[in-house]
């Protein structure tokens, strides 16, 4: 009889965790710039989930309300439009809001080296320079914390198409705490007390012909 009890309990704790990963999912992401040298890959180039940057049904006229660097740009407001003439039912605020969960959830996962969340978020060029750079890290001996303290800024700063890919740029500005340790557990890097302020643009992407309603992250810069 215990051991009946025990399969159902393990039956629902999985079935909650898948669907979280259903809910969380269809985040985007990559990742950039510090204002200090970080033990993470964004400087180098940062499976079933809810449909993001798309309207749900019955909002058609669904506003947009999303933060643009600049709203007067005309090749970002033809790039969004180019986008919304290719997939009718894009919503920018959708997508903004899923930019911004995706942020904090890459961070996190690349800290705590968690493969499958970033396998699941990041393009596989990107994926394989995260996967590398824990590799390193844990072959140092060292640990990684992230604590992603508030998203002071996020804009959209480029839209448009490529091909039947919709591409989408943000830049973020937030404050974290960061800090590495080694295997004894000296810090070596960063400072666990103190927030630093960190701007990063991450690009996201999404075949707009494809059933598949997931954006990935495949691509960062530094800021100029």
Do not use: C
Not at 189 to 204: H, L, M, R
Request: charged share 30%; net charge negative; hydrophobic share 45%.
């Amino acid at each position: 009889m215990s051991d009946g009890f025990a399969y159902l309990d393990i039956l629902f704790f999985a079935m909650i965790a898948a669907f979280v990963v259903f809910r969380l999912g269809s985040v985007l992401g990559r990742r950039t710039g510090h204002e200090r040298r970080r033990e993470t890959p964004f400087e180098a180039a940062p499976d079933k989930v809810v449909p993001f940057g798309r309207r749900a049904a019955g909002n058609e006229e669904a506003g947009e309300t999303a933060p643009i660097a600049d709203a007067a740009d005309p090749a970002l407001k033809a790039g969004l439009t180019e986008i919304r003439l290719q997939d009718p039912h894009f919503d920018l605020d959708h997508f903004f809001e899923g930019a911004k969960a995706a942020f904090e959830m890459i961070l996190t996962a690349f800290a705590r080296g968690d493969r499958d969340t970033l396998r699941m978020l990041l393009a596989p060029e990107v994926y394989d320079s995260f996967a590398r750079a824990i590799d390193e890290r844990l072959a140092r001996g060292h640990e990684l914390t992230v604590e992603v303290v508030a998203i002071r800024r996020a804009e959209v700063v480029e839209a448009g198409m490529r091909g039947r890919r919709a591409r989408i740029t943000v830049r973020f500005l937030s404050e974290q705490i960061t800090a590495t340790r080694d295997a004894e557990g000296h810090l070596v890097d960063g400072n666990p007390s103190k927030i630093q302020e960190v701007e990063d643009i991450w690009t996201f992407e999404r075949d707009v012909r494809s059933s598949d309603p997931n954006w990935q992250l495949v691509e960062t810069r530094v800021p100029e």
